[in-house]
């Protein structure tokens, strides 16, 4: 059997090419030129393109897809994807018993010539596995990270190929489908940091559980999804917005978790560059702490992104264990916007320790300088001490006594805040104990969790709950 995720790209573009229910067109903005040319160029093209044309110029981009503010922006593909897969079929009526339609699409921005921006775009795919039925999206976002503009558009060339060719003939398993649509493509080259898939033949899909695999399979770094489990491209959703953070393992969400995310949301409403209404809380589970067992459990996962969901917050999802690459990455989507983190006070100890920086030449200063330099504030949340059980606060934290001054300096510099209103009952609380009494069957941890969330983790069976079976009598 030919392993379809082995082919090159001439050889999986003429296997479309000779596929001859397979047809449709491809329409191409910006440095999005190279898809189109690879089908041309495998040969038999005739019998897969109905069409290919690219709006390279602004004025005709505006009168054949409207109007637009961002020219490379998923509102932009998927009014491209519309407009094509409409005209396609519209105009093509004859062949739709026999074919199976499709458009691709993508608006690019490659690497200028002066190299002062980052190589990115978007993708598309609208496409029938079957004649005469609904169609299925894929949507990607990728970064391109070749150093040279031609470079980038052979990368982006073949993407389009592995694409078209995946959705064809291996999206019926998503772990093949990822593996192909990166063949040839690595890390380094490309980077892919959204993928959505939907349509009737994607309906037992989960794009959470594909953000996920972008992650785990280090396609990114980071990804991110709404409260309705809609993937996001965490550049374009937290663009210019005052991002507040908050990291940990919600394995559950009790109410310590949202004591501390609404006592740190007050404080930072509060700071004078951040504006009411460009607020953005985002909750971040680090690959680290999705960790069971050496393995990254998927059902583990999904239950705490619907407990999440169900609070209504933002779910990322990151390999940056570390506090000051995490603050580095969201800064470049902020733009100078200020942002805040949410830490509990063990937290804060850790950061001071100098061994967490051992990988870095600059050591703790460099690390500092990267995750604070920017307009981040963190905000410290008390706990009980896990010794003596008493109130353990930001003012009475335990670090090295050389690193007084340094933590002098970032409370000065309005880096470094503790957070005074809090709920000094619900501090007991802590989320492996939680966990352990759902599976203990007992009912004593539903005092530890929000309403919302014993409701959800009852009704979807979550974190190992099992519902009693109501015994049925005899008269």
Aim: aromatic share 10%; hydrophobic share 40%; proline share 3%.
């Amino acid at each position: 059997m030919i392993d379809e995720r082995r082919l090159t790209t001439e050889e999986k573009a003429l296997k479309i090419n000779l596929s001859t229910d397979i047809y449709g067109s491809f329409a191409e903005i910006g440095a999005g030129q190279e898809v189109a040319a690879n089908f041309f160029k495998a040969g038999g093209s005739s019998g897969t393109i109905a069409y290919t044309h690219s709006a390279y110029d602004m004025t005709v981009s505006d009168a054949k897809y409207g109007k637009a503010h961002r020219y490379v922006c998923e509102d932009r593909l998927l009014t491209m994807l519309t407009t094509e897969y409409e005209s396609l079929t519209m105009n093509l009526p004859d062949r739709a018993p026999d074919t199976k339609f499709f458009v691709f699409s993508n608006t690019v921005e490659s690497l200028n010539y002066h190299k002062t921006n980052q190589g990115q775009g978007w993708v598309g795919l609208r496409f029938q596995l079957t004649p005469e039925s609904e169609p299925n999206d894929i949507i990607l976002h990728v970064k391109m990270h070749d150093n040279s503009n031609r470079a980038q558009q052979d990368a982006l060339g073949i993407l389009g190929v592995n694409l078209i060719h995946s959705a064809y003939f291996l999206s019926h398993d998503m772990n093949e489908f990822l593996d192909a649509l990166v063949h040839r493509l690595p890390r380094e080259r490309m980077e892919i940091d959204m993928l959505r898939v939907n349509g009737p033949d994607f309906e037992d899909v989960d794009n959470r559980i594909i953000a996920l695999n972008l992650v785990k399979r280090g396609l990114t770094d980071a990804t991110m999804f709404d409260l309705t489990g809609n993937v996001l491209q965490p550049a374009a959703a937290l663009y210019k917005k005052n991002i507040l953070l908050m990291r940990g393992r919600f394995r559950p969400v009790t109410k310590v978790h949202i004591d501390m995310i609404e006592a740190g949301e007050k404080l930072f409403r509060k700071e004078p560059d951040v504006k009411e209404d460009n607020v953005r809380v985002v909750f971040e589970l680090t690959l680290k702490d999705l960790t069971a067992d050496g393995k990254i459990s998927d059902k583990d996962f999904v239950d705490r992104a619907e407990l999440l969901g169900s609070l209504g917050y933002t779910v990322m999802i990151s390999n940056y264990l570390k506090h000051y690459k995490m603050v580095d990455y969201l800064s470049t989507i902020a733009r100078g916007k200020q942002m805040g983190v949410l830490v509990g006070i063990y937290n804060l100890q850790t950061i001071f320790d100098e061994k967490y920086y051992d990988n870095l030449p600059g050591g703790l200063l460099e690390a500092f300088g990267r995750g604070f330099g920017h307009k981040v504030k963190m905000y410290v949340y008390p706990a009980r001490d896990v010794e003596t059980g008493e109130l353990y606060k930001f003012e009475d934290v335990r670090i090295p006594e050389k690193l007084r001054g340094l933590l002098d300096f970032m409370i000065a510099n309005n880096k470094l805040e503790g957070i005074e209103e809090y709920d000094e009952k619900l501090l007991h609380i802590l989320s492996d104990d939680v966990l352990s009494k759902i599976k203990a069957g007992t009912k004593i941890w539903e005092e530890d969790v929000p309403p919302r969330v014993v409701k959800a983790i009852k009704f979807l069976e979550l974190f190992g709950y099992k519902r009693k079976k109501e015994k049925v009598t005899q008269d």
